[in-house]
């Protein structure tokens, strides 16, 4: 199954469940964010990928630069372990794990979950590549990828039994658009994936094209 059948699924799913004014609070949060035109300065393909180091789920240290000597990364960016469309789209990222690695490439996440949290993500979804924690969500700030989550859907978000907070830390509301990057070893973009709403996200295969291109 696709990760989009398993998006639209799940979002028929809450369309039955959450109350109406919910859904519609929610929805136009959305609209807002999208036609604030955030994605606007965000990377680009062709454009040089800004260079990290940040702690992966087990406290240690990773860089862009040491990743990339192995061969091409993709670089995709989750809310948080707390977000159900991040987990269908971490474990569909788990499924074709094998042929990313295939293709001579990796795979990282970038959250900012803090180490803790982002190991609980971890293994909740199985995942075999590393989940690093940008604190603060300061990498992605760097990045022009990052919104702070509205006012109006905090209460919300707790009466879904979703606290940011316990996840990226105290007064820590800033979070990632869902991007998706693919780097060559080069450290430039070989495809760029942003997008301000946070249902809508790319499909993993098709980044396999991409890798098999940077092969030739």
């Not at 028929?12 to 609070?25: N, R």
């Given at each position: 199954?696709?990760?989009?059948?398993?998006i639209a699924d799940y979002i028929a799913s809450f369309i039955q469940k959450a109350p109406l004014d919910v859904q519609q609070v929610m929805k136009?949060?959305?609209?807002?964010?999208?036609?604030?035109?955030?994605?606007?300065?965000?990377p680009q393909q062709g454009q040089a990928l800004l260079s990290f180091t940040l702690a992966n789920q087990n406290g240690e240290k990773v860089s862009?630069?040491?990743?990339?000597?192995?061969?091409?990364?993709?670089?995709?960016?989750?809310?948080?372990?707390?977000?159900?469309?991040?987990?269908?789209?971490?474990?569909?990222?788990?499924?074709?794990?094998?042929?990313?690695?295939?293709?001579?490439?990796?795979?990282?996440?970038?959250?900012?979950?803090?180490?803790?949290?982002?190991?609980?993500?971890?293994?909740?979804?199985?995942?075999?590549?590393?989940?690093?924690?940008?604190?603060?969500?300061?990498?992605?700030?760097?990045?022009?990828?990052?919104?702070?989550?509205?006012?109006?859907?905090?209460?919300?978000?707790?009466?879904?039994?979703?606290?940011?907070?316990?996840?990226?830390?105290?007064?820590?509301?800033?979070?990632?658009?869902a991007a998706t990057f693919v780097v060559g070893q080069d450290g430039s973009i070989a495809s760029a994936f942003v997008e301000a709403d946070y249902?809508?996200?790319?499909?993993?295969?098709?980044?396999?094209?991409?890798?098999?291109?940077?092969?030739?």
């Amino acid at each position: 199954m696709s990760l989009q059948t398993e998006i639209a699924d799940y979002i028929a799913s809450f369309i039955q469940k959450a109350p109406l004014d919910v859904q519609q609070v929610m929805k136009q949060a959305t609209k807002n964010l999208s036609e604030s035109n955030i994605a606007a300065n965000t990377p680009q393909q062709g454009q040089a990928l800004l260079s990290f180091t940040l702690a992966n789920q087990n406290g240690e240290k990773v860089s862009l630069n040491a990743l990339l000597k192995d061969g091409p990364l993709v670089v995709t960016f989750y809310r948080g372990g707390w977000c159900p469309y991040c987990n269908l789209e971490l474990r569909a990222y788990q499924q074709i794990l094998p042929q990313i690695k295939a293709l001579g490439a990796n795979l990282v996440a970038i959250t900012p979950e803090l180490p803790d949290a982002s190991l609980s993500t971890t293994e909740k979804n199985e995942l075999q590549f590393q989940v690093l924690s940008d604190v603060n969500a300061e990498y992605a700030k760097s990045l022009d990828i990052v919104f702070a989550l509205p006012e109006e859907l905090r209460p919300i978000y707790s009466s879904f039994g979703i606290e940011v907070e316990q996840h990226n830390g105290a007064g820590q509301f800033d979070l990632p658009l869902a991007a998706t990057f693919v780097v060559g070893q080069d450290g430039s973009i070989a495809s760029a994936f942003v997008e301000a709403d946070y249902t809508k996200r790319q499909e993993p295969s098709d980044l396999l094209p991409v890798l098999t291109s940077l092969n030739n």
